[in-house]
């Protein structure tokens, strides 16, 4: 195990003790590497359930560095005009099924901020928290409501029409207990929004085959997810997946709609 991750002791999704080591990747080629974070990723893949997750999640000092760190592009305000014109189909698709913007839109992890932004303009009130205290102090100074905290600090019950996981579920140490509490937090017509990397799709398996896959060294994931897998995850936790899309903003991207289940 390397410094600076706890290791999983089971498949974080669940709770199967038999797991296949699948191989190790260097990540110290990472734009947001320093000196204190984890130089490589062990992957493994689930016996039961055949998720597969790196060996472990970052402990409490490496993600303070890592949280310390920004990339140009997860600073809000990056290149706004034109982060507009990609969030707005996704805005559009998903107040399709969740009805008129006449609540509250949650975004968890909302990185540069785009996406909340471009949900204001339809009309909803939005929140957005995120675990970068610089990304949240500039997110207030444009005048948005921010919150430096993990989704499960968040303690609104049946409160959120929309609650956003944009390029964010892979990032958590355990996102069954994270899509768990969205469920609560969602009043009874709410909607999630959930994309992520899909590793089942004829782009992955090219990057595989060329050796140039940016998701195994990508430093800040601790799992990889294909669409069978994580519609599995959301009807597990009171959801119904409604709608797939293949994402836009990053290589084999997906994007899924669900609905509450009441």
Not at 59 to 84: C, H, K, M, T, W
Not at 90 to 110: K, Q
Not at 112 to 128: K, R
Not at 141 to 164: A, K, M, N, W
């Amino acid at each position: 195990m390397q410094p600076g991750r706890i290791s999983y002791k089971a498949c974080p999704l669940c709770g199967e003790e038999a797991i296949v080591d699948l191989f190790e990747a260097d990540c110290s080629g990472h734009p947001l590497y320093r000196p204190g974070l984890p130089s490589t990723i062990a992957w493994c893949r689930c016996h039961r359930c055949s998720h597969v997750f790196a060996d472990g999640y970052f402990n409490q000092a490496a993600n303070d560095l890592l949280f310390s760190i920004s990339l140009p592009d997860q600073v809000p305000g990056y290149d706004a005009e034109n982060q507009r014109s990609v969030w707005a189909p996704v805005v559009e698709r998903v107040t399709h099924f969740a009805g008129e913007p006449a609540g509250r839109w949650m975004d968890v992890g909302f990185g540069n901020g785009s996406l909340i932004f471009t949900a204001g303009e339809w009309g909803y009130d939005t929140l957005g928290i995120d675990l970068r205290p610089a990304s949240i102090e500039r997110m207030r100074e444009l005048g948005y409501e921010t919150r430096c905290c993990d989704i499960e600090d968040i303690h609104e019950p049946g409160t959120f029409q929309v609650i956003s996981l944009a390029d964010v579920i892979e990032h958590l140490p355990f996102p069954a207990t994270a899509i768990a509490h969205a469920a609560n937090l969602l009043r009874p017509d709410g909607v999630l929004f959930v994309s992520t990397p899909n590793f089942d799709t004829a782009a992955w398996k090219t990057m595989d085959a060329l050796q140039n896959n940016c998701y195994w060294v990508e430093l800040e994931h601790f799992h990889c997810f294909n669409r069978a897998r994580l519609y599995s995850l959301l009807r597990e936790h009171g959801f119904e997946p409604l709608h797939y899309a293949v994402g836009s903003r990053y290589r084999s991207g997906m994007d899924v709609v669900a609905r509450k289940r009441t």
